[in-house]
Each structure stands twice: as structure tokens, then as C-alpha cells.
């Protein structure tokens, strides 16, 4: 579907919990209440969802959370998507720590692919971003997800003065292994706020001064704003969502879904559309109707560097991402 402003629509994220098993300081810190279960939607209801956007051009889907695979039957969901009439793709965010468990299971469902979110390579560091020391776990996790033959990309978000000077060792983890390594540009949503941004700009000129001008890496890699390029000698590529300094918004094709039901149609902004009692009273024509009016509500673009017009409150965490 189009939105008013002629950008096709056809990525949902839909977030399955809002519990995490980290704490990252930027998205959730200790201390943030959980939703109560009640108020998160069914693997049903959000099957019934996905029926819907698919019957209006969704067409690919993005299992998220919190952490995803902290719910249990998170595999068997994603074979529940993977069916869904209309559906071509169904892929993972998740922070790892549980991947080497689950990865066979994924990959039996047909999971397409998965990001995991990575932000340094020493465990010391790690512990301080995440309040965890669970490195090593997500380490196995990325093995796991090659040895199935999982699509891979790691997910790193720089933050000034902790890991920004460790790009070099991040990026080389597509020179030694088949996957792609994304930077994401801090975002001023909850916690994030708190951050000063890094540009990608100035990894990608570093890496072009090492290596010399680098290629632009045209062949779809996701299912979004990221820009890739080829590095001489490595596996995999190296992309930037650069979020903050390069706005991508005339190429938005995403709504996205919290768990609880709350459609959300940017991520900037506090705006909602709850299509919660809808699918708990099963009128799929009415959940229909309301995904259908977040879509054309979609607004032209975010407005991230005013910060005062940034009206979102809640974490990333109960977002998805
Ligand atoms: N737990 C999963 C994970 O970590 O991949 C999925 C949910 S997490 C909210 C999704 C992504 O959002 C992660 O890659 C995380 O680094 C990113 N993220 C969280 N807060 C952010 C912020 N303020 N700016 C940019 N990215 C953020
Ligand atoms: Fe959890 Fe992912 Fe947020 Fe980290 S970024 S706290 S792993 S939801």
C-alpha cells in the first residue's frame, strides 16, 4: 500500500515482548517497569495481524522486541508468519544471548535471516553497555546462525567516549566471517537521549582511508535505510543507518507494532493506533481499517535533530527497534 506521501509499505516490525534479558544503558536500563502479560498480544492475535497487513502489501516481517527469544515458542511463531498467505520474508532482531539455543529451530521454520546486536568485542565493555557478562554467548550465538546458514548481520550502535574507537574490530568481523556489519547511528528515543551521536560519515571516511574509495554495495542486503559498501578482502559488507545524519525518510517503507498492539507509523513521534481490542474481538475487517489509517497517516519524515520535537517517550525496548 501507498502511503499519501508515494512511499510503498511493506516492512512491519512487530515487537513480541518488552522484556529483555539484557540492560543496555541506552535502551533499558535497569528499572523500567514490565507490561503485565495480559496486555501483550497472543501468537494468534498477532498471526490475525499479520493476515491483514499482509492483505494490504506487507510483504515482509521483522520478528522484534525487547528480546524476542526470551518468549517462549519465538521459533514456532516465526514458522506461524512463514505461513501467512502473502508473506515472503520473516526475519530476527535479537541481542544473541540465546541464538546458539535456538538457532537450529529458527532455521527449521524458515526464519530468512537474523540481526544480532553487538557493540564491542570485550567483555569487560560489554558488561558496562549491557549490565550483563554475556559475551561469550553471543559469540556462540553468531557461530550458531553460520553453522545453520542463517543470514547474518550484526547490528552496532557507537557511543561517544565507551566503544566508538572500537569500529575497526567490529567491521572486521565481515573480513573473517560471512556476515555484514551495520553501524546504527544513536537515536534521541528513551534512554538514548542521554547520548551524543556518532556520525557514520566520519567511519566510513576512516575506512576509506585505509582502504581507498570503496564501492557502493547495490544488492538488496534488508529491508531498509542502510547503505552498504564492499571492503577489499572482507567477507561480508559494511553498512550505515545513519539515522541521524543522513536522513532516509522518502524511502521509509515501515510501520511498526509494540506488543501490546499499538501501531506505530514513525518512530519519532508519540503517535499511536491500538489495534488491540480489534483483533481480541476478531474483526479482521476493522484491524484492517486501522492499519490502513496508520499507513496513511504516516508522517513525511522524523524530526530527530530538534529534539523538542521528538514527542515519543517510551523506551526502545517496548518499541522493537
Ligand atoms: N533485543 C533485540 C536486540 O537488541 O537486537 C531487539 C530489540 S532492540 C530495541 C533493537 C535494536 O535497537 C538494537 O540493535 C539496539 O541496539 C537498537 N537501539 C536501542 N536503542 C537505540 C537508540 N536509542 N538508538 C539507536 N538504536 C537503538
Ligand atoms: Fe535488550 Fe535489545 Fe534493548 Fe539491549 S538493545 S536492552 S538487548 S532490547
Redesign the pocket.
Known amino acids: 500500500m501507498l502511503d499519501r506521501y508515494g512511499r510503498s509499505i511493506n516492512y512491519m516490525r512487530i515487537s513480541i515482548t518488552d522484556r529483555?534479558n539484557l540492560r543496555?544503558r541506552?535502551?533499558m536500563p535497569d528499572g523500567i517497569p514490565w507490561v503485565p502479560m495480559e496486555e501483550i498480544l497472543t501468537y494468534e492475535e498477532l498471526e490475525m495481524l499479520a493476515r491483514e497487513a499482509a492483505g494490504i502489501g506487507i510483504r515482509r516481517i521483522k520478528v522484534?522486541?525487547?528480546?524476542?527469544l526470551v518468549r517462549r515458542g519465538c521459533p514456532s511463531f516465526v514458522g506461524m508468519l512463514k505461513r501467512v498467505p502473502g508473506i515472503e520474508q520473516v526475519t530476527l532482531?535479537?541481542?544473541g544471548v540465546y541464538l546458539a539455543d535456538y538457532a537450529e529451530e529458527l532455521k527449521e521454520n524458515g526464519l530468512d535471516a537474523v540481526?544480532?546486536?553487538l557493540?564491542t568485542l570485550n567483555p569487560q565493555r560489554f558488561f558496562e553497555i549491557t549490565g550483563r557478562d554475556a559475551l561469550g554467548r553471543v559469540l556462540d550465538g553468531l557461530d550458531a546462525a553460520l553453522q545453520y546458514q542463517i543470514p547474518l548481520k550484526i547490528?552496532a550502535?557507537l557511543q561517544k567516549g565507551r566503544n566508538e574507537e572500537e569500529w575497526p574490530e567490529l567491521a572486521s568481523l565481515a573480513r573473517e566471517r560471512r556476515l555484514d556489519v551495520r553501524f546504527?547511528?544513536?537515536?534521541?528515543?528513551?534512554h538514548?537521549r542521554n547520548y551524543e551521536s556518532i556520525a557514520n560519515e566520519e567511519i566510513l571516511r576512516q575506512l576509506e582511508m585505509q582502504y581507498g574509495p570503496l564501492a557502493r554495495d547495490n544488492r538488496v542486503h534488508g529491508n531498509g535505510p542502510a547503505v552498504y559498501y564492499r571492503v577489499p578482502g572482507y567477507q561480508g559488507s559494511i553498512g550505515f543507518i545513519s539515522a541521524m545524519h543522513g536522513k532516509f525518510c522518502e524511502y521509509c517503507n515501515r510501520i511498526r507494532v509494540t506488543s501490546t498492539g499499538d501501531i506505530k507509523s514513525c518512530l519519532c513521534f508519540e503517535d499511536r493506533i491500538s489495534v488491540r481490542d480489534a483483533l481480541r474481538a476478531k474483526d479482521t475487517q476493522e484491524v484492517r481499517n486501522l492499519l490502513d489509517l496508520a499507513i496513511r497517516n504516516k508522517p513525511a519524515a522524523h524530526r530527530f535533530e530538534e529534539t523538542d520535537m521528538v514527542t515519543e517517550q517510551q523506551e526502545?525496548?517496548s518499541i522493537?527497534?
Open positions: 529483555c543496555c541506552y535502551c522484534t522486541g525487547g528480546e524476542p532482531t535479537t541481542n540481526n544480532v546486536s557493540d547490528n550502535v546504527i547511528e544513536m537515536m534521541p528515543i528513551g538514548g526502545m525496548s522493537g527497534g
